[in-house]
């Protein structure tokens, strides 16, 4: 897909979807604009764009600040003046090492022959741990697209794309109810804004990964053994997690000429059908 000249403001561009994203639209000629709230992930991220050629605006921002947001698109706009995508990757994800210990906990309740019990995960979550969740993962989106729409509404165009996740569509997540509450917000976000500005010719839709194989869910899947993984294919029916190219491209086509509104894709190998 060629996006040549068009301007791509991507947040979260660390190892993971957010920098293969970044890549994927450098290769189709648009110019980025990436955020991050760690520097070395933000240049690491500048780097592979500016190695395919692209144009690259690096802006160090916690998308859970209001502030932080508005500032970073006053550098946008005295950069660019428009903005044409908005991808909003950035997210706090479940990857502490309690969350390891959580997730293995309930992949083992879900495929060995253990005793219905509760998993007592919410009663042991502290409002700090909850809080911090939705700072990131729903009010930055918010943030986020309430800065991009003041450009694209003036512009009677543009494109968003919000990274939800299948945490928000089932209990695959489990292990982490506030992770997956505040992707379920995302998604009722997304579409309630995709009906109101559709009218404008602008297109809101949802990306809804399953298991993303990246360098981080890799090395987890590394430390918990050979029988752990086995039992984690067994609950996925293609057998594998997506790649970062194949999420990527999804991305870039929800980014392009499409008659989809409000819609949340959900690639993710048959986990949740």
């Known amino acids: 897909m060629n996006f040549q000249g068009k301007i791509i403001l991507i947040t979260g561009v660390g190892p993971g979807l957010g920098?293969?994203?970044?890549?994927?639209?450098?290769?189709?000629?648009?110019?980025?604009?990436?955020?991050?709230?760690?520097?070395?992930?933000?240049?690491?991220?500048?780097?592979?764009?500016?190695?395919?050629?692209?144009?690259?605006?690096?802006?160090?921002?916690?998308?859970?600040?209001?502030?932080?947001?508005?500032?970073?698109?006053?550098?946008?706009?005295?950069?660019?003046?428009?903005?044409?995508?908005?991808?909003?990757?950035?997210?706090?994800?479940?990857?502490?090492?309690?969350?390891?210990?959580?997730?293995?906990?309930?992949?083992?309740?879900?495929?060995?022959?253990?005793?219905?019990?509760?998993?007592?995960?919410?009663?042991?979550?502290?409002?700090?741990?909850?809080?911090?969740?939705?700072?990131?993962?729903?009010?930055?989106?918010?943030?986020?697209?309430?800065?991009?729409?003041?450009?694209?509404?003036?512009?009677?165009?543009?494109?968003?794309?919000n990274i939800a996740s299948i945490a928000g569509l089932s209990s695959k997540s489990a292990h982490s109810p506030a992770y997956s509450a505040t992707k379920g917000a995302v998604i009722a976000l997304t579409k309630s804004v995709a009906y109101e500005v559709a009218g404008a010719n602008i297109f809101v839709n949802a990306l809804a990964p399953g298991g993303v194989a990246t360098p981080q869910f890799n090395q987890y899947l590394e430390t918990v053994g050979e029988e752990a993984c086995n039992r984690l294919w067994q609950s996925v029916p293609l057998g594998r997690f997506g790649t970062l190219e194949e999420y990527a491209s999804t991305v870039l086509y929800l980014s392009g000429e499409h008659y989809l509104v409000g819609q949340v894709i959900s690639p993710n190998g048959g986990i949740v059908i």
Request: glycine share 4%; hydrophobic share 40%.
């Open 19 to 161: 920098k293969a994203c970044a890549e994927a639209f450098a290769q189709a000629e648009a110019k980025l604009v990436i955020c991050d709230v760690n520097d070395q992930n933000l240049a690491d991220a500048k780097n592979a764009v500016e190695q395919h050629g692209a144009e690259c605006l690096a802006i160090q921002c916690d998308v859970s600040s209001s502030s932080q947001v508005s500032h970073m698109f006053e550098q946008l706009i005295q950069r660019y003046g428009t903005l044409d995508v908005l991808v909003n990757n950035a997210a706090l994800t479940p990857t502490t090492d309690l969350d390891t210990q959580r997730r293995t906990i309930l992949y083992d309740y879900n495929a060995l022959p253990e005793p219905r019990r509760s998993l007592s995960f919410t009663s042991s979550i502290t409002d700090a741990e909850w809080e911090k969740y939705w700072g990131v993962n729903v009010n930055g989106v918010f943030y986020c697209m309430r800065e991009a729409l003041k450009l694209m509404e003036a512009q009677g165009s543009g494109h968003i794309v």
